[in-house]
């Protein structure tokens, strides 16, 4: 299928890979083609008990001795189909596609993140090159579910100097900084009580939502804490009792839509007027029904607990909270209310928080302890990951633009982003270690959308050969 496609043993190995079940969770079938390589090639490789692998390749012999370079990327992917599809994420190879200019998958996500940075590590090690540095190929695992492979991994043996995460996918963008984050999870305690009357069903739909890292600063509306404000304001002048809240299901995504149950009647078409005005040059999209389920019979939340609730998920921390003191632009501290659920006794959900420094971090962390405390409510933390301070000097990363500025004619940019990568984890199990982010253009990551840019990953393999050259040259000037 990419046989035409240069560099051709990129995209030999990417086809390969793409043919192997990746998802995130169920990467043992990539992990034991990636040993298998290894062994092939008479390369030194490690596996641990989450399918993490680390093969090193030595230094070619002038250059045997130079500060090792570690490549690394994630071998897991996110699996989402059409719902006409029929593709099984666990057994069948990805139906690849392409016109020669761009690369996807039939009716699923490609996988391109980070399926293109393992093929292009492959090529490398299996390659024949002239000079090289010592290297340190890092094949980690269910990145995207919470970086958990790297968080596991153990570093203990690497020795590496700089370090190159190709899991960056804007053409001519080097990331060099990222925040770090956790995961709270929130429960609020309720009581209930029988109720009849008029059933309503409230839904507020068609808000921007999108990445709460990458997207945040876009200030848009979050949709739990707009019907948490929408049933308190209504609250003011009715008499109706709450029986459920629903919306959000992902850590990382600003709810777009949420909704509600109640029973009895309130001015809910107004209330969400009021918020309308507010968000409209925001929100142009935003959407609220009511619709009405006839007469029933329920048990509802107390006053007291929906005043709990209400309370809460009105004044959790949300949104950007500040603004990065050095970078101009950059959210140096978020929150995203990244979901609502409702069960008998307890409304619960998780909120997602990111910051530059653990020190805000656990601020924010606090504050919401606090809040869930005057509701009864009580709050865990998990998943946290450390941010990747971003270094004004780096030698790598001189290096790195000096040589796409000599190969194409063009400064990158480098960036810092508000979302988590790898390098912060892998860089507080090797201190020191200098970071850079890169990597070919990808659009549609994470969707049935995704293409991969065929010439853009020629450019990018191009230019990391290079940069390897150069550091390996560096060491004898």
Same mark, same amino acid.
């Given at each position: ?122 090529? &490398?090690?299996? %390659? *024949? =090159? #002239? ?10 695992? +269910?990145? !995207? ?117 109640? &029973?009895?009647? %309130? *001015? =809910? #078409? ?10 409209? +040059?925001? !929100? ?10 006839g007469m029933q019979a329920a048990e509802a939340l107390t006053d007291a607990s ?99 500025? *000599? ?14 990568? !790898? ?55």
């Amino acid at each position: 299928m990419l046989e035409n496609l240069h560099p051709r043993d990129v995209f030999a190995y990417f086809e390969k890979i793409s043919a192997i079940p990746r998802g995130s969770g169920n990467c043992g079938q990539i992990a034991d083609y990636i040993v298998s390589l290894a062994q092939e090639e008479g390369l030194c490789w490690e596996r641990d008990n989450w399918d993490n692998i680390i093969i090193k390749k030595p230094g070619t012999s002038s250059w045997k001795d130079a500060p090792a370079v570690m490549l690394q990327g994630h071998l897991d992917m996110v699996c989402e189909k059409t719902p006409q599809s029929a593709h099984d994420f666990l057994r069948d190879p990805l139906p690849l596609q392409t016109n020669e200019r761009e690369i996807w998958s039939a009716e699923t996500t490609l996988g391109a993140d980070d399926g293109i940075a393992v093929a292009m590590m492959l090529a &490398i090690l299996a %390659g *024949d =090159f #002239a000079e090289h540095p010592p290297l340190e190929c890092v094949f980690t695992t +269910d990145e !995207e579910i919470g970086l958990i492979g790297a968080q596991q991994l153990d570093l203990s043996r690497c020795r590496a100097a700089y370090l190159i995460n190709l899991d960056c996918d804007e053409d001519g963008v080097f990331i060099a900084g990222c925040c770090g984050g956790v995961r709270v999870r929130y429960a609020v305690p309720v009581r209930r009580v029988h109720k009849e009357g008029i059933g309503f069903r409230l839904t507020i739909d068609g808000l921007m939502g999108g990445h709460s890292g990458a997207e945040i600063h876009k200030n848009g509306a979050n949709g739990v804490q707009l019907m948490a404000r929408l049933l308190q304001t209504a609250a003011q002048n009715s008499s109706f009792s709450i029986i459920s809240i629903q919306g959000g299901d992902k850590d990382n995504v600003i709810p777009a839509r949420c909704t509600a149950q109640v &029973i009895g009647e %309130g *001015d =809910f #078409a107004g209330a969400y007027t009021c918020l309308r005005q507010e968000y409209q +040059d925001r !929100e142009p999209d935003m959407q609220f029904a009511c619709e009405q389920l006839g007469m029933q019979a329920a048990e509802a939340l107390t006053d007291a607990s929906s005043r709990d609730v209400l309370a809460f998920l009105t004044k959790a921390p949300c949104g950007v909270l500040t603004m990065h003191p050095d970078i101009v632009g950059l959210v140096g501290t978020s929150a995203n209310l990244a979901s609502v659920d409702t069960e008998t006794d307890q409304i619960c959900g998780t909120i997602s928080v990111r910051s530059e420094t653990t020190e805000e971090r656990d601020s924010v962390c606090e504050q919401i302890r606090e809040l869930l405390a005057a509701a009864r409510g009580t709050e865990t933390r998990d998943g946290a990951y450390p941010g990747w301070a971003y270094s004004r000097r780096s030698h790598l990363r001189q290096i790195m633009t000096e040589t796409w500025q *000599d190969l194409f004619g063009a400064a990158p940019k480098v960036d810092v982003i508000h979302a988590g990568l !790898e390098c912060g984890v892998l860089q507080s199990k090797l201190p020191g270690l200098d970071c850079i982010s890169f990597g070919p253009k990808i659009t549609g990551i994470h969707t049935v959308s995704e293409r991969l840019d065929a010439e853009s990953v020629g450019r990018n393999y191009r230019f990391l050969l290079e940069v390897l050259k150069r550091l390996g040259r560096n060491f004898h000037a």
